[in-house]
Every structure is written in structure tokens, then in C-alpha cells.
């Protein structure tokens, strides 16, 4: 199913004329050179990882800005550019397909201490909930708090906390996910969070950055506790050129849940729709020849988990709980635009399925490092291809 390493002059100018330090310049260098010699052996992620930093657009900058790292499977080639150049790395009939999920403002400061991270809807009407330290703009983990039956809310809302969420709970380890039952005053609930909620936000020195932050310039159904943020640093511009050009778009929505940030937890199940459309774009392009490229973890998972193992996609809904791995591999994904996660990180595993190999994921982080690029939600991008 993946296609060839080859790369198009357009994507080879883009690369030379990207703004590369001469620290990028080296670990280029170095990377390419380990690649054409025996396989490298896997290693762990450098340390330390890489930084977070605020918005770009905070920081008078178009998203699109954000530095991109490209690396084939193929050859074990990589490329720094920028996100604003990714269309010269795509050719017309490729498929993308992005997470039209938007962000909720789903953490609710209860007091100076005390503030719940509203994760997940269940189909009983029953929520997951974390509940958390709360830590200037952010939270910090709260692993031994023992909550109340009942919790007040702001706004006039109660929480009526049933057990611990079954799903994410392991005997041996400290309850973090709670199940939950939120009654409301008379409004909808996008409407409460709206006037009573705030991002979701880890870390005590975060900044209080508003929701609009966290939303995609695909984002258009209210669901996901946080952002798929793979899909950032794209803009109404490039969506634009990559259109022109005979790029596909094809959505999927997958509602995410609340992070595995301090417990190295593997990935629980989210809600998830795959249209027949979508599925149809995915398969035309497989049978004329053309790539797949996922943006995000979850935009993989979603797709990956209506494949048949010969690689047809069929249309779906409702809830998955697939970890995709190395040894699953995947099925119907060909390439990956992803952030960068840090190393302990679950999602490290679903890159890793689609990188082919841990020593390109190592050998991208070390020129990620070295470049200077940001991690976490709102920092730089990583495209892997065949």
C-alpha cells in the first residue's frame, strides 16, 4: 500500500529554502548519514524533550509559521521546513484527513484548590471526569483525592460522582478517572461551558490563553475535552493552496478525552465517525496510486479502527478503544503530520506504527532538539511519508 520515497522538485526547493540553523544543518547531516549505513539500533527520545510556547498567533505569527520536520520511512530522509510549505510535499489525489472536533472549555474551577476536567459524554449520559490541584491558569495531578458524592459547581451545577471510571482504572495504581453524573441549571451544556468553563490546561506555568487557541481552522462540533492539536498549524491559506493543487480534505470526527499526561496510561475509548465519503476519498486514493495522510493521532485511530486488514475503509460510528502499535502496524494510513510528544507518551506508539521503525522516530527527535523546536500543543510539526 505505501507508496515510493521519491520527492517532487517543488518539495526539494521547499526544504533548501527553509530557514535551517546550522545545529538543524548538523543533525540533518548526521541523520541522513546513520540512514544510509546499517539500521540504528532503537534508543530512547532525547532528553530533554522539547519546550512548550504560547500561541503563535499570540505572538503576532500565522500558524502556519511553525516549523516542520519531514521524514521518509523509505530512505530515512529528513527535511526542516515549515508547515506553511507543506503543499509542496503533497501531490494532487493524496488524501488528508483531519478531525473536525472542536474544543469545549471543559475544566471547571470548583474553588482555589479544586478544579474537574469534564472528559468525557458517555451513552448512558454519565461523564468521565479527573478531578485536579488547581495551579495558577493550569492543574497539576491529584492522584489521592477522594472526592465528595456530591459536588457543587459553579453556575448552579452539581456533580453526583458514581465509582471509579472501569475502563482507565488499574487496582494497583491511584483512581484518576472518575464516572459522574452533571446535572445543569436550565441551559444547554455548551452554553454552561461557555460561561462557567475554561481550557484544559496542564502545568502550573501555562498561560491563561483563551479557547479560540484551541480550536483548529477545521473545528466545527463541540466535543473534545482538548485539541486535536496535529491539525494547528494549518491556516484558511494553505488549506486553500492545498485545494488548488488536487489535494483532497476529508473529515472524520473523533471527540477526544482528557490526556494520559501523568499517568502513562494507554489510550481509553473515544467517541468517533468515519462518513462513507470520507471512506470512499480513502479508497479511491489507495486504488489510483495516491497517499494517505492522517493529521493526528486521532484522525489515525478513527480511520484505523474501520479497516479491513487488506486496507478498505468502510464508513462507522460510535466508540473505539483500538491502541494501535507497532506490531498492529496500521491499514489505512500511509503518512502522518503529528506534534511532538514527550517520550513516555502512549500516542509514541501510533507514531511509531506509522514511522515503520523507532530509529527514524529517534533520529527525528534529536534534530527536532537540536533545531530548537517547540513541543506540546501549540509547538511544531512532524510529517513522516513513505
Known amino acids: 500500500m505505501f507508496g515510493g520515497g521519491s520527492v517532487s522538485p517543488a518539495a526539494s526547493a521547499a526544504a533548501a529554502d527553509a530557514s535551517i540553523s546550522p545545529a538543524a544543518s548538523a543533525a540533518v547531516a ?38 516542520l520536520l519531514v521524514a521518509w520511512r523509505t ?4 527535511a526542516v521546513t515549515s508547515m506553511a510549505q507543506l503543499d509542496a510535499f503533497l501531490e494532487p489525489g493524496d488524501v488528508v484527513v483531519v478531525n473536525t472536533s472542536a474544543t469545549r472549555p471543559a475544566a471547571l474551577v470548583v474553588d482555589d484548590e479544586l478544579v474537574i476536567h469534564l472528559s468525557t459524554r458517555l451513552d448512558d449520559g454519565t461523564w468521565v471526569i ?10 497539576t495531578a491529584w492522584l489521592d483525592f477522594w472526592p465528595r458524592r456530591w459536588v457543587s459547581l459553579p453556575g448552579g451545577a452539581r456533580l453526583r460522582v458514581i465509582e471509579p471510571y472501569a475502563p482507565a482504572h488499574q487496582s494497583d495504581r491511584p483512581v484518576r478517572l472518575w464516572r459522574a453524573r452533571l446535572d445543569l441549571p436550565d441551559v444547554s451544556l455548551d452554553e454552561y461551558l461557555a460561561e462557567q468553563g475554561r481550557p484544559i490546561r496542564y502545568g502550573c506555568e501555562v498561560g491563561d490563553w483563551p479557547i479560540d487557541a484551541y480550536q483548529t481552522v477545521f473545528a466545527v462540533e463541540p466535543g473534545s475535552a482538548e485539541m486535536p492539536s496535529a491539525a494547528r498549524g494549518f491556516t484558511a491559506e494553505l488549506v486553500t493552496r492545498l485545494v488548488s493543487k488536487g489535494v483532497v480534505i476529508a473529515p472524520i470526527v473523533l471527540h477526544t478525552g482528557v490526556a494520559s499526561q501523568e499517568a502513562g496510561e ?3 475509548p473515544e467517541q468517533f465517525r468515519v462518513s462513507e465519503s470520507t471512506a470512499n476519498a480513502v479508497n479511491h486514493a489507495h486504488a489510483t496510486g495516491h497517499r ?3 493529521v493526528g493521532t486521532t484522525a489515525t485511530r478513527a480511520l484505523e479502527s474501520v479497516v479491513t486488514p487488506d486496507g478498505l475503509v468502510h464508513p462507522g460510528e460510535g466508540w473505539t478503544g483500538l491502541v494501535i502499535t507497532p506490531s498492529r502496524g496500521v491499514h489505512a494510513v500511509d503518512g502522518l503530520l503529528t506534534g511532538w510528544h514527550d517520550p513516555e507518551a502512549s500516542h509514541l506508539l501510533l507514531v511509531e506504527a506509522v514511522a515503520g521503525r523507532r530509529s527514524l522516530l529517534d533520529e527525528s527527535y534529536t534534530v527536532a532538539v537540536e533545531a530548537g523546536f517547540a513541543g506540546h500543543e501549540f509547538g511544531d510539526f512532524h510529517l513522516i511519508l513513505p
Open 30 to 67: 548526521s541523520a541522513s548519514a546513520s540512514a544510509s549505513g546499517p539500521p540504528a539500533r532503537p534508543s530512547s527520545l532525547p532528553t530533554p524533550g522539547l519546550a512548550p510556547r504560547p500561541p503563535l498567533e499570540l505572538t503576532g505569527r500565522r500558524r502556519d509559521e511553525a516549523h
Open 75 to 78: 530512505d530515512g530522509r529528513l
Open 130 to 139: 479527573e478531578f485536579r490541584h488547581l495551579c495558577g491558569a493550569g492543574s
Open 266 to 268: 494507554k489510550p481509553y
Open 292 to 294: 494517505v495522510i492522517a
